[in-house]
């Protein structure tokens, strides 16, 4: 991923924080992913603990970390480009319970979280950086992981995916082992996708034909589609399949069953 945080500091810093108005008047995708409001769809809705500590993994140009400084006690941010901090440091500098750390998860050591958070910041050895996350809980922490499904519908039918992916079923093997006995693991799929989600569904409850025929966002879609997105949605979901398919997820795992 290119660094743009130059651009995005001279942005925030010309519109005044007013990232609305900075939206309006510089459409650009990489602008909306750093800036838009509905990046916190993705955990607005998560009862987090007011007294717990977090550790977010990925700077992400502070796209999430504000609403996680107004939920939890204390935020660790912790990414190895200085710029990305420097961007997430100038859009949260009213909030005095965030800490930025250039470095990386290799070499982090600190321990005794009760939330790690990896969004779309999960990279290879995947096997590796999972173990090294869980290292950092608490015994009753949680990991909160999203990133796109290799198999989602929208990559198939040809926009362009993260460069890290991972099917469902290596996502839980990833976290809980290949017998699925390494705690529990609690799957979410934000609708378009995990990075601007409109609708949040579970297992719990999962849309059915006709859900998602007219509620397709094309906001990262090339010009043509390999075909009917609508239409094979439908397919997907009237064949029980949309866990399979679905574009990204939230997973939520913890080494206990109660989460």
Not at 49 to 64: F, M, N
Not at 102 to 121: H, T
Not at 129 to 151: T, W
Request: charged share 30%; net charge negative.
């Amino acid at each position: 991923m290119n660094d743009i945080s130059p651009e995005l500091k001279k942005l925030f810093i010309k519109y005044h924080g007013d990232t609305k108005k900075l939206l309006q008047e510089n459409p650009k995708l990489d602008y909306l992913y750093a800036f838009s409001e509905i990046r916190e769809n993705l955990l607005e809705w998560y009862e987090f603990d007011e007294a717990g500590s977090l550790l977010q993994i990925g700077s992400d140009y502070g796209a999430l970390t504000g609403l996680y400084s107004r939920r939890v006690r204390q935020v660790t941010v912790l990414d190895p480009d200085r710029g990305n901090l420097s961007v997430n440091r100038l859009r949260n500098e009213g909030q005095e319970n965030i800490r930025y750390i250039a470095g990386d998860i290799d070499s982090f050591e600190e321990e005794g979280f009760d939330y790690v958070v990896m969004v779309g910041s999960l990279q290879p050895p995947y096997d590796t950086h999972i173990k090294k996350a869980k290292s950092l809980l608490k015994p009753e922490g949680k990991l909160i992981l999203s990133l796109c499904n290799r198999l989602g519908l929208k990559y198939q039918a040809g926009a362009v995916p993260d460069r890290n992916r991972l099917s469902r079923t290596e996502v839980l093997e990833l976290l809980c082992g290949e017998d699925k006995t390494r705690g529990k693991a609690e799957f979410y799929y934000p609708m378009p996708d995990y990075r601007l989600p409109i609708t949040l569904y579970s297992d719990g409850y999962l849309p059915g034909k006709g859900d998602l025929t007219h509620a397709i966002l094309a906001y990262d879609y090339p010009k043509y589609l390999r075909f009917d997105l609508g239409k094979m949605y439908d397919e997907v979901c009237e064949g029980k399949q949309f866990e399979t398919f679905a574009n990204s997820f939230l997973t939520i795992w913890s080494s206990h069953e109660e989460n």
